[in-house]
């Protein structure tokens, strides 16, 4: 008998960690916004960067979503920061020479939503993180800063 539950109570302790150990770290949610990055390119003459994420957003049917502008950056291997020359998000452009400070989308729950960032007057270095900073979803008025990994 002592056998018999010395099994169970080890199995039980095995399928525990197993399953918390599956846990991904290069998954990136944060108030249940999940950011995938899809790609990090330059163009061909290298003088602007792409970054094309999709977020999704979870456990809320719909959320709105406040993009700070200005303060979502883009780092290089240096740790040098860029602006952005433009941010499309679904069907939604904003362009650096429109001065508009936040971008607005409504997320549907569990749909990705492809957002692009475009770097103008890059020099050609690795985008290494991205700066991703938003309002959240319980405090209206507190941002969010989301740090993507882009390598």
């Known amino acids: 008998m002592n ?5 169970f109570f080890g199995c039980c302790f095995f399928c525990a960690t197993s399953v918390s150990g599956q846990e991904d770290p290069s998954v990136n949610v944060i108030d249940d916004v999940q950011v995938d990055v899809k790609s990090a390119r330059t163009n061909a003459k290298g003088d602007t960067l792409h970054v094309d994420l999709f977020l999704i957003s979870y456990k809320m049917n719909q959320r709105e979503f406040k993009l700070n502008t200005y303060a979502t ?13 433009s941010i499309k998000m679904g069907r939604v452009l ?4 429109d001065r ?8 549907e729950e569990n749909t ?3 957002l692009t960032i475009n770097v103008a007057n890059w020099k050609g270095k690795k985008a290494r993180m991205l700066y991703l900073v938003y309002e959240d979803s319980a405090e209206e008025g507190k ?9």
Not at 73 to 85: M, S
Not at 94 to 97: D, E
């Open 100 to 107: 508009q400070n936040y971008l607005h989308y409504l997320l």
């Open 73 to 85: 950056q883009v780092i290089d291997e240096d740790g040098t920061k860029y602006l952005f020359a």
């Open 143 to 151: 941002f969010i800063t989301q740090e993507v990994q882009l390598n």
């Open 112 to 114: 990705p939503v492809p």
């Open 3 to 7: 056998r018999l539950l010395f099994i």
């Open 94 to 97: 904003v362009q650096l020479a």
